[in-house]
């Protein structure tokens, strides 16, 4: 009998840092995120603010948006989003009107997450986990601003 491959958070935070990198090859801040719903990524993105000169087009938004479409409703309550870095104010928002199921962060962000506002701006029924590849998520985030100053 075949062993079943299970995907797991590490799995999918692999994918969300690929993400992440290809964000690094355009000069975009290296954050990436990845939507699965039952066991399937829906969707991949990573950050395009400069790239599309908008600085509303994070990772996590531009996530959103794909999975939405590829699922064809505006609710992801049965997803989870894996994201490189914690989600800021503006991103935690829209987890809360998508609704979705479950948000899993790599590192923190200490200036400008969700978390610094004392209050949790997630949907009620939104499960938040950290820490998942945390070392890696953070390496590629301070190499890209050292590599700035």
């Known amino acids: 009998m075949g062993s079943v491959l299970v995907k797991d958070d ?21 954050i990436g995120a990845i939507i699965v719903c039952r066991d ?3 969707a991949r993105a990573h950050n395009l603010s400069m790239r599309l000169n908008d600085f509303t087009a994070h990772a996590e ?3 959103f948006t794909s ?20 989600p800021c104010v503006m991103c935690a928002g829209a987890c809360y009107w998508t609704q979705i199921g479950k948000v899993v962060f790599g590192v923190k ?3 400008r997450g969700a978390s610094t506002t004392g209050v949790n701006l997630y949907h009620p029924k939104t499960i938040v986990e ?3 590849l945390e070392e890696e998520c953070s390496k590629i985030v301070k190499d890209f601003f050292k590599k700035k100053r």
């Open 40 to 42: 399937k990524i829906v």
């Open 109 to 111: 962000d200490e200036r």
């Open 10 to 30: 590490i799995y999918y935070m692999q994918e969300a840092l690929k993400q992440a990198q290809l964000a690094l090859d355009i000069d975009e801040v290296p």
């Open 130 to 132: 950290s820490g998942i």
């Open 61 to 63: 938004m531009q996530a």
């Open 67 to 86: 999975a939405t479409n590829a699922l064809g409703g505006k609710y992801l309550n049965d997803c989870t989003l894996y994201v490189t870095m914690e």
